[in-house]
């Protein structure tokens, strides 16, 4: 064993720079820098490669993490950054998005008495200096075959979709209602901590490869279904979950109350100067905002109405801080950011006449059956008003689907989630069309969501007869 292999003991591990939150909250950058060669190189180096990599195995798609860690120490940077493709074709987004703490960081087998490797960082690392060393995807040996699938969605399942399809020789046409590609990668997730830029470089990448993109968009509306029945070899859906769940709150028809993700899309809008207008007022400065909810869009939410200036923000949850549903890095932040956040309370009614003054609440307590569900508190059902201007609703999102899936036959779970039980991987009940993302599993992760792209784009070349490219990642010299 050599004593590289030892280099964690002497090494501690460093995230980038981060910028400081008295400074941050005044701008919408990233709050995170990036690691030059070097600093990679060191981080990647405290790597154990274990001969189970748990990090490996914890992550949706897989990523081959020891191998590209190991290409990054070497100093080969462009193999890495096709190692990385092979299993993610948005690996640049989840460096940033992932809950690394919850999955490949938090399985490193350095967190047992050592502080896990920074793989989300490098991940962001390697591709952003290799696009920026002029690395693109390698498709010189891709043979068109001549098909052509149209992807509803531009979001991460229909970009990771149609990027496979490319490498499969297939021309994917992707279908989008938004301006920009994305889907919330762009419109719902704030710039703090993906940036506007990342997504625009993406687009470039997937033009380069042959993927043509129809934005502004609305199947149904502007163009039918039907057509790209008839038009396209195959459909794949991955239209997401917009629906918000609505907890029917009294009061929530007043002004001042507003729904998480249409708060986040007219945000994103003001910051790329989109010519979409939106009629959702942004105008937080000096204003006491209170958000409902416990999820990374909740965060999103009180981490964005702090930039907008309002004059305190305070998350309220109805269980404790442990049993929070997103990720122990966003809390942190908000927290730091000077986020209050008010634990086992849930709203029972939003205050005022015409406009929002406040949130009336009760005490909750987790039950003692051993269930997560919060239940009103039975030594203490005094009610609690906390004063409000603005109320941002944020309890999660449920599928919405289309009035003519099931026109083509296509079959729903109860919940609205489209039900995929064809023959082959994301095959819905009509073989012609796949889906995958939230639209099937119910509001999740970014990085589930590209891995149901992935796997329905390779699963659609399969259905057409097509390779699907590289099964696994390159030996090392």
């Not at 050599?2 to 964690?8: C, E, G, H, I, L």
């Not at 910028?19 to 030059?36: A, K, M, N, V």
């Not at 690996?91 to 690394?100: A, D, F, L, S």
Request: net charge neutral; proline share 5%.
């Amino acid at each position: 064993m050599s004593q590289k292999d030892f280099q964690f003991l002497e090494l501690p591990r460093k995230m980038p720079k981060e910028i400081p939150s008295q400074l941050r909250i005044h701008g919408w950058d990233e709050i995170y820098g990036s690691f030059d060669s070097t600093n990679a190189g060191a981080q990647a180096g405290r790597c154990l490669d274990c001969g189970n990599p748990y990090c490996e195995w914890k992550c949706p798609v897989h990523n081959y993490i020891p191998n590209w860690l190991k290409l990054v120490q070497e100093n080969r940077l462009f193999e890495a950054a096709t190692l990385a493709h092979e299993t993610n074709p948005l690996p640049e987004v989840c460096g940033r998005v992932c809950p690394q703490d919850r999955l490949c960081e938090g399985a490193c087998t350095l967190n047992t008495g050592f502080e896990s490797v920074t793989i989300g960082s490098i991940e962001k690392y390697i591709v952003d200096e290799a696009f920026k060393q002029g690395w693109r995807p390698d498709l010189s040996k891709v043979v068109a075959t001549g098909k052509r699938v149209a992807v509803i969605g531009a979001g991460p399942a229909g970009l990771s979709c149609a990027d496979r399809l490319a490498r499969a020789g297939i021309q994917a046409h992707v279908f989008d209602r938004y301006e920009e590609i994305g889907g919330l990668l762009t419109f719902g997730i704030p710039p703090f901590k993906l940036e506007k830029h990342v997504m625009l470089t993406r687009r470039l990448v997937l033009e380069a490869m042959g993927v043509r993109f129809h934005l502004r968009t609305d199947i149904g509306k502007d163009i039918t279904f039907e057509k790209l029945l008839s038009d396209y070899d195959a459909v794949f859906l991955g239209t997401g979950c917009y629906t918000a769940v609505d907890a029917k709150l009294p009061g929530q028809h007043l002004a001042g109350r507003l729904e998480a993700l249409p708060f986040l899309i007219a945000n994103a809008r003001q910051i790329l100067a989109s010519d979409v207008a939106s009629d959702i007022s942004l105008d937080f400065k000096d204003k006491n905002v209170v958000v409902l909810g416990g999820g990374d869009t909740a965060m999103d939410c009180v981490r964005t109405s702090i930039r907008l200036n309002a004059a305190s923000v305070t998350c309220v949850y109805r269980r404790d801080e442990a049993s929070m549903p997103g990720s122990r890095r966003e809390v942190g932040n908000a927290r730091d950011e000077g986020v209050q956040f008010l634990f086992n309370h849930a709203p029972i009614g939003i205050e005022g006449s015409d406009q929002v003054t406040g949130v009336r609440l009760l005490e909750t307590e987790v039950s003692a059956n051993g269930k997560s569900r919060a239940e009103f508190s039975t030594t203490s059902a005094n009610e609690k008003i906390v004063a409000a201007d603005i109320v941002i609703t944020a309890f999660g999102f449920r599928p919405s689907p289309a009035s003519w899936l099931e026109q083509h036959g296509v079959n729903l779970q109860e919940s609205g989630r489209i039900q995929v039980s064809g023959g082959l991987p994301y095959q819905t009940s009509q073989p012609k069309i796949f889906a995958g993302g939230d639209n099937v599993r119910g509001a999740d992760l970014v990085v589930t969501a590209v891995h149901d792209g992935r796997d329905a784009g390779i699963a659609i070349a399969k259905w057409l007869k097509t390779p699907v490219g590289p099964k696994g990642p390159p030996t090392q010299s």
